[in-house]
């Protein structure tokens, strides 16, 4: 089994950021491909940036320019620059991660989500 922390989340103004981070444990082979994702009310979670492995990157339209992914191989952990917010950006965030625990065995793991309120 694999565990997804995240921390970071929380309350800022408009132009602010904020830095996520999302820690992997438990039994990892290879962290294929981390992610995250955003919820906001009434909408469905989409994808907001991935990084693979191999360090390649893709980010929705509405955060190009804005927001950076980066990861720490030697740490599990995943990071989300998010800067010049808007109130649109508001929503719970999830760390997703495409983990190798063996060899043949692959697995989805989610986050437990952290919010994040763009607000003045």
């Known amino acids: 089994q694999v565990q997804l922390v995240e921390s970071g989340g929380g309350v800022v103004q408009p132009g602010g950021s904020l830095r996520l981070s999302c820690a992997a444990s438990?039994?990892?082979?290879?962290?294929?491909?981390m992610a995250w994702y955003r919820q906001a009310p009434g909408k469905q979670r989409e994808l907001v940036a991935s990084i693979t492995s191999g360090g390649s990157t893709n980010y929705a339209d509405s955060v190009k320019g804005r927001f950076t992914i980066s990861r720490d191989n030697a740490k599990n952990t995943v990071y989300l620059q998010m800067n010049s917010l808007k109130p649109e950006d508001t929503g719970v965030y999830y760390c997703y991660a495409f983990i190798q625990e063996g060899i043949g065995v692959s697995r989805d793991y989610w986050g437990q989500g952290t919010q994040v309120t763009v607000s003045s």
């Open positions: 438990g039994s990892i082979f290879i962290i294929i491909r």
